[in-house]
């Protein structure tokens, strides 16, 4: 069965602009949840979509924007990019809307200049 | 806040011999843990989890414990091998259908194993 992907492996933006991540869960699972990963420090919660529901956020400004899709597939969205949202972002997707046994995503390295 | 101290930052032990990570929470609802290790350039790998009934749990050369009065927890690896080589995190979560259902994760543990 394949794991959970996403796209793209690296990107290079500039700051002030705009990215979007994408995520597809492992097939069955209906909950997406994304986390940022700094360099040298563990991941933190910035989402959960559950049933294409909003079900939890962390704290991360409002130009952090996630959805999910009818086919429970996944967008992050970062508006106004700063330097510091350089990072690993993960994605991990659950069979529940719960957080147990939540598999990653090999992530997207954002590099912002 | 809610928050997972894990130590040591750092741990090099000898091939075959066993490896301690420790971890504390401060949020007293959280009621799962799960232990990851991620190797570079790949998305952390759900190696073990606990839930707050159980006190212990073994897979293999992989055990964890609870203490839920202590609110610690703690991973256990037995008979090192080279493949061990990778950086840990602990995890806490007060999951529920009520609760935010997010992961708070330690800062992680570099693990080496000397041949």
């Known amino acids: 069965d394949a794991g959970v992907t996403q796209s793209p492996t690296h990107l290079i933006k500039t700051r002030g602009q705009h990215v979007t991540l994408r995520c597809s869960p492992i097939?069955?699972?209906?909950?997406v949840s994304w986390y940022q990963q700094v360099l040298g420090q563990g991941p933190q919660f910035i989402f959960q979509?559950?049933?294409?529901?909003?079900?939890g956020r962390g704290n991360f400004p409002d130009r952090f924007s996630a959805r999910q899709f009818p086919n429970y597939s996944s967008e992050l969205n970062v508006n106004a990019l700063l330097l510091g949202d350089s990072a690993l972002y993960l994605c991990a997707s659950s069979r529940g809307q719960g957080a147990r046994e939540q598999y990653f995503g090999p992530g997207t390295r954002l590099t912002v200049t | 806040g809610e928050n997972v101290e894990q130590h040591p930052s750092t741990l090099s032990v000898q091939e075959g011999d066993s490896a301690v990570i420790k971890c504390t929470y401060s949020?007293?609802?959280?009621?799962?843990f799960p232990w990851y290790k991620q190797e570079l350039g790949k998305g952390p790998q759900l190696i073990i989890d606990?839930?707050?009934?159980?006190g212990e749990k073994k897979d293999q050369r992989i055990a964890v414990t609870l203490n839920k009065t202590a609110k610690h927890f703690s991973l256990h690896i037995t008979e090192t091998q080279p493949e061990d080589s990778a950086v840990y995190f602990c995890?806490?979560?007060?999951?529920?259908?009520?609760?935010?259902?997010?992961?708070?994760f330690g800062s992680g543990t570099r693990l080496s194993i000397r041949p």
């Open positions: 995890a806490a979560s007060a999951t529920g259908y009520s609760s935010a259902s997010k992961i708070i």
């Open positions: 097939s069955g699972h209906k909950s």
């Open positions: 949020d007293s609802a959280s009621n799962y």
């Open positions: 979509y559950y049933e294409k529901e909003e079900r």
């Open positions: 606990i839930r707050s009934n159980v």
